[in-house]
């Protein structure tokens, strides 16, 4: 099931364009507008008149020949864009069906609990792709499609310099560093819900940047939390499962 928002002007959700607000934004800051069509968040340092016109028409953005689509499958639509000098990526959560619509419908939406865990790990000075908006298109309390937008994160899949090109010592620095990564995590009893090694981005300097955070959790309960902790553990080293040389190497992390 698709819910479709009806087409509405820039000034309407956002007010007029202030250029110097756009400047002097603060990474807190943000412009939200919701009613009973549409919810959407917009972090303020991104604002500008072409980011307000992808975000009143991110359908039409993402059907459009200059839209670069890398996925497209019953769960996501994943592709690129450009605003403002930045290479966008934008995801877009869809419905398989009735079922996964009514279930999903009732719940945060997969796009804002992404945008909403990427500032926050931000904060705790955790790498991951910035955010820049979501988009919700709904009926009433009921949610929809969902989009994100995020800065696209240049770099190596952690699983393709890990297979092909790191020697033994790098892989051994590599995994100091996802160490105290997931013990940064663990201090904010937060849990990723799928650790496969594609959702690990590697810059130049190697540090690993952490993105797909739409099953990112939060725990209160500590046996939940050790629980979900476990998952992580057991999906991060499944990556390794035909290279028992490096499996034994990240087996030694601690989380």
């Known amino acids: 099931?698709?819910?479709?928002?009806?087409?509405?002007?820039?000034?309407?959700?956002?007010?007029?364009?202030?250029?110097?607000?756009?400047?002097?934004?603060?990474?807190?800051?943000?412009?939200t507008h919701?009613?009973?069509r549409r919810s959407l968040c917009l972090r303020a340092?991104?604002?500008s008149p072409g980011m307000r016109h992808l975000l009143i028409n991110i359908e039409r953005e993402m059907a459009s020949p200059g839209f670069e689509r890398v996925k497209h499958d019953r769960t996501t639509t994943v592709g690129y864009t450009s605003r403002d000098g930045r290479r966008l990526v934008v995801k877009?959560?869809?419905?398989?069906?009735?079922?996964?619509?009514?279930?999903?419908?009732?719940?945060r939406s997969r796009a804002q609990n992404c945008f909403d865990?990427?500032?926050?790990?931000?904060?705790?000075?955790?790498?991951t792709a910035p955010p820049v908006a979501y988009v919700e298109y709904r009926a009433g309390p009921l949610k929809g499609r969902s989009w994100v937008i995020c800065e696209h994160v240049d770099g190596t899949l952690c699983l393709d310099y890990v297979l092909n090109e790191a020697s033994?010592?790098?892989?051994?620095?590599?995994?100091?560093?996802?160490?105290r990564l997931f013990q940064r995590l663990a201090r904010l009893k937060i849990t990723h819900g799928d650790m496969k090694a594609s959702n690990f981005i590697l810059r130049e300097s190697r540090f690993p940047v952490l993105i797909d955070l739409d099953g990112m959790r939060r725990h209160s309960n500590e046996a939940s939390y050790r629980a979900a902790r476990q998952r992580d553990r057991e999906r991060f080293m499944k990556n390794w499962r035909d290279r028992p040389d490096l499996a034994m190497c990240f087996s030694r992390v601690e989380w």
Not at 11 to 30: I, K, M, N
Not at 117 to 127: T, V
């Open 34 to 36: 919701r009613d009973w």
């Open 168 to 179: 033994q010592h790098e892989v051994a620095e590599l995994a100091a560093r996802f160490e």
């Open 117 to 127: 865990f990427a500032r926050e790990l931000l904060a705790a000075n955790i790498a």
């Open 1 to 31: 099931m698709i819910l479709n928002a009806p087409r509405i002007s820039a000034h309407a959700l956002f007010g007029p364009y202030c250029r110097r607000e756009f400047v002097l934004a603060d990474e807190a800051a943000t412009y």
């Open 45 to 47: 340092r991104y604002d």
């Open 92 to 107: 877009r959560y869809n419905t398989k069906n009735l079922w996964h619509f009514v279930r999903r419908s009732v719940r």
